[in-house]
């Protein structure tokens, strides 16, 4: 689980997750190395938040970073299969991850929410449903704040919520959760597991180390999730059936299986549907997932830089029926069904800026379509200020990751909100 005090530990990527570890195993004693394959350089805001006497290893690393450590601790962004992670286990290393220690270590039940798209809601929303209950409760996991350095918090009397990638919970070893919402499964990071299959069996640890007294909760309207249920150990119930059915803020179908979902977990948390229902009720929305960020001259920009995939692309075009949209989207990816996703812009869109990796193939495709194209993010968003008329939308959801040009989604978006309140300040 954790090595002895004095013993050495390996933490590989240097992000939140690694920052969490380094610091947790410090704390208990353990010598860190930490390694990256960034150089110093762009390390420069994270080497200072290191705990003292810290041993970093930077702009790449062989198989000698392993010498002396009795453990291994990888972000979720390193490969759980990578040559260094596999020679570990090869010299009977321990291979473990923030979430896998936090699975083992928390003393609180767990809810945990997986699937391809929609996470994030429904884990904050779920959040703020089991709010309303009597129990304190505790969001994170691939949402927000890491978990792991909020352990000595949490009683048996909390529900924490976490928000589960398939990166994660291939790094657990028992990702046991009293209560495992799986909201749907489409193609996405196989550049990552290779197969969908292999994606879905990632996805599908959620539900294995259930016993018959937790709760599965999947999606009937989802074919791969209806698929998982004679798999789910614990009691099956789907959420797209939960009744009643709480009136929702948010634009779009989606999320109203996501307050399902929400509403689900609340019901399965012993809940009442009046508690439920102020829970759904009271929930802000999330941070660039289909977020207004104004309205000037009659026009609407959101930012939903969160769509990563076309399928998440896919439900941001249809949360707006009715409404013409100019579309900013293209970024970082491949191995996409883009099809449906493309329908969907040539039927919703007035006209579409791309940029990012994916244009080129993306302009080819989009061949007879009012299509533009934008170098950075504030050209992009100039350009759609150009074409949006009054009563239309401009909507940031790119339907690609963000790695060609930014950090992260939420660089992506924050940068967005930037540009488009600085080209409207003063107006």
């Not at 450590?69 to 009977?92: F, K, Q």
């Not at 879905?200 to 999606?219: M, P, W």
């Amino acid at each position: 689980m954790i090595p002895p005090a004095g013993e050495r530990a390996l933490v590989v990527g240097m992000g939140r997750s690694g920052l969490a570890l380094a610091r947790f195993l410090a704390d208990h004693g353990v010598r860190v190395r930490a390694c990256d394959l960034r150089p110093a350089d762009r390390l420069a805001g994270i080497l200072g938040q290191l705990p003292p006497g810290t041993e970093t290893v930077l702009g790449g690393y062989d198989q000698g970073v392993l010498e002396d450590c009795a453990a291994v601790y990888a972000s979720p962004g390193v490969p759980w299969h990578s040559e260094l992670l596999e020679r570990a286990r090869a010299t009977s290393r321990l291979v473990s991850s923030e979430i896998d220690l936090f699975f083992q270590l928390c003393p609180a039940p767990i809810v945990g929410v997986t699937g391809t798209n929609g996470k994030t809601t429904t884990t904050a929303m779920a959040g703020c449903v089991l709010a309303q209950g009597p129990r304190p409760v505790v969001v994170g996991g691939n949402i927000g704040d890491t978990v792991l350095d909020r352990l000595a918090e949490l009683t048996p009397e909390h529900w924490v919520v976490l928000e589960l990638s398939s990166f994660q919970l291939e790094s657990c070893h028992e990702p046991h959760a009293r209560i495992a919402a799986v909201l749907n499964l489409t193609p996405d990071h196989l550049d990552r597991h290779g197969t969908m299959d292999a994606y879905v069996a990632a996805k599908a640890r959620l539900l294995e180390f259930q016993t018959a007294g937790d709760d599965a909760l999947l999606n009937g309207l989802d074919r791969r999730c209806r698929e998982l249920g004679p798999l789910a150990r614990g009691r099956v119930a789907w959420f797209d059936q939960h009744r009643p059915v709480p009136p929702v803020g948010l634009p779009g179908e989606h999320n109203r299986l996501n307050a399902l979902a929400a509403a689900a977990i609340g019901r399965a948390a012993g809940l009442t549907d009046e508690a439920i229902a102020e829970g759904v009720r009271r929930f802000p929305g999330v941070e660039h997932r289909l977020e207004l960020v104004g309205e000037w001259g009659s026009v609407r920009w959101y930012n939903d830089s969160k769509a990563t995939n076309p399928d998440a692309g896919l439900v941001g075009l249809r949360a707006f029926p009715g409404t013409p949209l100019v579309l900013i989207a293209g970024g970082y990816g491949g191995g996409f069904e883009l099809d449906e996703w493309l329908a969907a812009v040539r039927e919703r869109t007035r006209a579409v800026v791309l940029l990012g990796a994916s244009a080129d193939e993306l302009q080819e495709r989009l061949a007879g379509h009012p299509v533009w194209r934008a170098r950075s993010l504030d050209e992009a968003v100039e350009l759609a200020g150009g074409l949006a008329r009054p009563g239309d939308a401009v909507l940031l959801s790119p339907a690609y990751k963000s790695y060609d040009m930014f950090s992260s989604y939420e660089e992506r978006g924050r940068l967005f909100k930037e540009a488009v309140r600085a080209q409207h300040r003063g107006l």
